[in-house]
């Protein structure tokens, strides 16, 4: 079981560029989540999908950000354009049994 | 507005003597309660967790208690080892949700040898 695994680790972006954060669940959990942590604010839910399909999307900040989950194994999150604000590190976690998930390391983003 | 909420952003203990964490909580439609701890560059790994019909768990040197009257919950660990280092987080989820949990902000604990 190689867990929840998040790409890049890292990535360094100037302010109006696109960027996209890459997420593998773990196989045969059915439901994936985004999480935000920023010092302000801590650990906040982004967006959960069930099964492919987005079942909550309220954490979403704004337009500028988008999240896809074209099948079982794999998800994106995309800031288009992406803003000093969205500094963070952003994490997918799958869902292991229910109520346990389980955390990727994490993509630490900055944006110039 | 917070709806779990850990207001000490930092927490210092000598090894081998008790750590407790606190955890404040504003909804009482909260059903099951989770800690995370989290290394640096790591993501959060789930430690213990708590049924809101439960008042304690215990798994090894970890015990949570919970009391609702309070909406407080604590995590203890005894004894606290320089390993136990890290950030620690708690979590709640609603009653029917299916796993989106809610995070306080984390405590960090340095257990000092």
């Known amino acids: 079981d190689a867990g929840v695994i998040q790409s890049p680790r890292h990535e360094v972006t100037e302010m109006g560029q696109e960027v996209t954060l890459r997420c593998k669940p773990i196989s045969g959990h059915n439901s994936l989540f985004w999480y935000r942590q920023t010092m302000m604010r801590g650990l906040e839910l982004l967006i959960y999908f069930n099964n492919n399909v987005p079942i909550d999307d309220s954490g979403m900040p704004e337009d500028r950000f988008s999240a896809k989950m074209p099948n079982a194994s794999f998800s994106t999150l995309k800031i288009q354009p992406s803003e000093p604000r969205d500094s963070a590190v952003y994490f997918c976690?799958?869902?292991?049994?229910?109520?346990?998930?389980?955390f990727g390391a994490g993509s630490r983003l900055t944006v110039l | 507005d917070q709806q779990v909420k850990q207001n000490s952003p930092s927490l210092s203990v000598q090894e081998g003597r008790i750590s407790i964490l606190n955890c404040d909580y504003t909804?009482?439609?909260?059903?099951?309660f989770l800690w995370y701890k989290k290394y640096p560059a790591e993501g959060p790994t789930f430690l213990i967790s708590i049924s809101s019909i439960k008042d304690k768990n215990e798994d090894g040197r970890f015990t949570v208690f919970l009391n609702k009257s309070a909406k407080h919950l604590s995590l203890h660990i005894v004894p606290s080892q320089p390993g136990d280092s890290a950030v620690y987080f708690c979590a709640a989820k609603y009653g029917g949700s299916q796993g989106n949990l809610i995070f306080g902000k984390g405590t960090k604990l340095s257990v000092k040898p």
């Open positions: 909804n009482s439609m909260f059903d099951y």
């Open positions: 976690a799958s869902l292991r049994t229910v109520n346990v998930l389980t």
